[in-house]
Antibody, heavy 124, light 107 residues
């Protein structure tokens, strides 16, 4: 069955960076986009961007441009999301989610499978 | 960015009630609208995609409709396990955006 398993909780100081991982199983890894979504009490659910595991191509939300980097390792079927220059407002649960459409269509649609989420706490 | 406005922000209804949640994008998104349910402490789960397509395995009590700038999620007969927060999300343009959520409680 399709599964996305995320790395564990992190505690970081302001100004630091964090790298989260999302390991996929149960489907053809390079065939589906992977999105990252952030959830905070104040801002709700926010789309951060996506990566095409087939070619590593990325699209980021303008809000996170310059601070976010998404990469993938096809040998381990893992997607990574790095967020830098952390501030207290970045304290959130971060989710990876698979797009429901095959990358060959070059369009994005819905998130049919989600990881369990990773809590990142930014505090001095 | 496309703003997604859900209403109501919360509701309380009885078992077997019919519940309707609305979602209004700030501009037309054609049918690129999805609905998710999130139970406390859990990741969101897809219910409806492309405005009206029921995800396989999801109860037929859930249905979606609408296009353009007006969409609805209907729960035809509310059940205790439907207690959750529901979100709409547009995939029409980047950045993909979500509604603020509707918290559904069972009386």
């Amino acid at each position: 069955q399709v599964q996305l398993v995320q790395s564990g909780a992190e505690v970081k100081k302001p100004g630091a960076s964090v790298v989260l991982s999302c390991k996929a199983s149960g489907y053809a890894f390079t065939n589906y986009y992977v999105h990252w979504v952030r959830q905070t009490p104040g801002q709700g659910l926010e789309w951060m961007g996506l990566i095409n595991p087939s070619d590593g191509g990325t699209t980021y939300a303008e809000k996170f441009q310059g601070r976010v980097t998404m990469t993938r390792d096809t040998s381990t079927r893992t997607v990574y999301m790095e967020l830098s220059s952390l501030r207290s407002e970045d304290t959130a649960v971060f989710y990876c989610a698979r797009d429901g459409l095959d990358v060959s269509g070059s369009i994005w649609s819905h998130y049919d499978y989600w990881g369990q989420g990773t809590l990142v706490t930014v505090s001095s | 960015d496309i703003q997604m406005t859900q209403s109501p922000s919360s509701l309380s209804a009885s078992v077997r009630d019919r519940v309707i949640i609305t979602c209004r994008p700030s501009q037309t998104i054609n049918g690129h609208l999805n609905w998710y349910r999130q139970r406390p402490g859990k990741a969101p789960e897809l219910l409806i995609f492309s405005a009206s397509s029921l995800r396989s395995g999801v109860s037929s009590r859930f249905s979606g409709s609408g296009s353009g700038t007006y969409f609805t999620l209907t729960i035809s007969s509310l059940q205790p396990e439907d207690s959750a927060t529901y979100y709409c999300q547009q995939s029409h343009s980047v950045p993909q955006t979500f509604g603020q959520g509707t918290k559904v409680e069972i009386k």
